[in-house]
């Protein structure tokens, strides 16, 4: 694939994940308005037509991955080339199977399959253990240039180096909005999967 060619997958690709990304912002709303037992905003279409709407390329879709943390159990569902990796001591236990790119039927919403399939999703539940430090959600853009190991070791140091820095969160403060400790080390591990995209994307265009 040349450089024009991976340019518009990922255009295209980005407005696939858009596109789910707010018809499933909208059903969480909806269900909110049903919960209450009213329905106070207008809904406008299907969440299915709302996708088909958006995205134009008849092949494109996108995936997801969603862990739920419970006291007792991490139970993640997969849908795609999404994965979920647990630091569990010194050893990276991925906690989904990727769902491979040529596998079509395994991407949300691709259009010339069975009208307008969604695949049901693989689901994993994982006891919890006194070792687990952290647990990566990411799609396929880190996966593809960095191993799980490496992937929960940077996250891991980063998250240390962050604490020592800053210093341990108060009590009351802990499990309550955004961890800034691991959202330090989800935006290093992106910026760490650039830079090893850009040279890989460099190294091919030289070879080319």
């Given at each position: 694939?040349?450089?024009?060619?991976?340019?518009?997958?990922?255009?295209?690709?980005?407005?696939?994940?858009?596109?789910?990304?707010?018809?499933?912002?909208?059903?969480?709303?909806?269900?909110?308005?049903?919960?209450?037992?009213?329905?106070?905003?207008?809904?406008?279409?299907?969440?299915?037509?709302?996708?088909?709407?958006?995205?134009?390329?008849?092949?494109?879709?996108?995936?997801?991955?969603?862990?739920?943390?419970?006291?007792?159990?991490?139970?993640?569902?997969?849908?795609g080339?999404?994965?979920?990796?647990?630091?569990?001591?010194?050893?990276?236990?991925?906690?989904?199977?990727?769902?491979?790119?040529?596998?079509?039927d395994?991407?949300?919403?691709?259009?010339?399959?069975?009208?307008?399939?969604?695949?049901?999703?693989?689901?994993?539940?994982?006891?919890?253990?006194?070792?687990?430090?952290?647990?990566?959600?990411?799609?396929?853009?880190?996966?593809?240039?960095?191993?799980?190991?490496?992937?929960?070791?940077?996250?891991?140091?980063?998250?240390?180096?962050?604490?020592?820095?800053?210093?341990?969160?108060?009590?009351?403060?802990?499990?309550?909005?955004?961890?800034?400790?691991?959202?330090?080390?989800?935006?290093y591990?992106?910026?760490?999967?650039?830079?090893?995209?850009?040279?890989?994307?460099?190294?091919?265009?030289?070879?080319?």
């Open positions: 694939m040349d450089q024009r060619g991976a340019l518009r997958e990922e255009h295209w690709g980005r407005e696939a994940s858009g596109a789910v990304g707010e018809s499933v912002f909208d059903c969480f709303l909806k269900v909110d308005d049903e919960v209450k037992g009213k329905i106070n905003r207008p809904v406008v279409g299907s969440p299915d037509e709302m996708v088909l709407e958006a995205v134009s390329p008849e092949t494109v879709g996108s995936t997801a991955v969603v862990a739920l943390v419970c006291s007792s159990h991490i139970i993640v569902s997969n849908c080339d999404s994965r979920a990796v647990l630091l569990r001591g010194k050893e990276a236990m991925p906690l989904s199977v990727d769902h491979k790119p040529d596998r079509e395994e991407s949300i919403g691709d259009q010339y399959l069975e009208p307008y399939v969604i695949p049901e999703p693989e689901v994993t539940f994982m006891p919890r253990a006194r070792e687990d430090e952290c647990l990566i959600l990411a799609s396929d853009g880190l996966w593809d240039v960095m191993s799980n190991q490496d992937a929960c070791e940077f996250a891991r140091r980063r998250i240390l180096w962050w604490h020592k820095k800053n210093g341990a969160l108060p009590l009351a403060e802990r499990g309550v909005g955004e961890d800034q400790a691991c959202q330090a080390a989800a935006d591990l992106s910026k760490l999967a650039l830079r090893r995209e850009a040279r890989i994307i460099s190294r091919s265009l030289w070879l080319t």
